[in-house]
């Protein structure tokens, strides 16, 4: 029954731990992103709404996003846990998911933040950019999105820490090296246990 969030700047391999870490726990990947795409996939009303917002080069607004989380949180396979990528982005949205979990007297167990250089980030980024043949992904390009992301989760990152949710992992190094520190981590919270970690090689 573990509730968590993943947080962490672009590049710093926060899907691939994502993954893992559901593996791990038995427990859902839920992102805002996925849940925008399958909405619209199978044109449901909500999909519908976030399409011609979508469309108009519009953000969705909070109302929407977390109506959205609700409905995928509902689901069965959400019942024991899940993890949260890429909501709460606002304190608004922070404010919705505590009153949401609190309607089953239920709160957010753990946050967990990849933390990176922000020169060994733009660097991996941009030798990905370069083999994949982004040239628009310029260096400029990158670091204006890693002002973005500290600019948008700096104040739920404060708001998480005060709460002493926060956990803090070195996210640079090999996947299973990562991995290995996020599941330390979330042991010494008592999350997830010794029998059930991956093989991480």
Avoid: C
Wanted: glycine share 10%; aromatic share 4%.
């Amino acid at each position: 029954m573990s509730r968590l969030l993943i947080v962490g700047p672009p590049g710093a391999g926060k899907g691939t731990q994502a993954k893992r870490i559901s593996e791990n726990l038995g427990i859902p990947t839920i992102s805002t992103g996925d849940i925008f795409r399958s909405n619209i996939a199978n044109e449901t009303a909500l999909g519908l709404q976030v399409r011609a917002i979508v469309d108009a080069g519009d953000y969705v607004p909070d109302e929407l996003t977390n109506e959205l989380v609700r409905h995928r949180l509902a689901e069965p396979d959400a019942a024991n846990g899940f993890l949260l990528d890429g909501y709460p982005r606002t304190l608004e949205q922070v404010r919705y998911l505590d009153a949401l979990l609190a309607e089953k007297g239920h709160a957010v167990d753990a946050v967990i933040r990849l933390v990176a250089d922000r020169d060994a980030i733009v660097d991996r980024l941009r030798k990905r950019a370069i083999a994949e043949g982004r040239v628009d992904d310029s260096e400029e390009a990158i670091r204006h999105r890693q002002d973005v992301y500290l600019r948008e989760t700096e104040p739920l990152i404060a708001v998480y820490r005060d709460r002493g949710l926060l956990t803090e992992v070195d996210g640079l190094g090999s996947v299973d090296d990562v991995s290995g520190r996020i599941f330390e981590a979330l042991a010494e919270r008592g999350i997830g246990s010794a029998e059930n970690d991956l093989a991480l090689g």
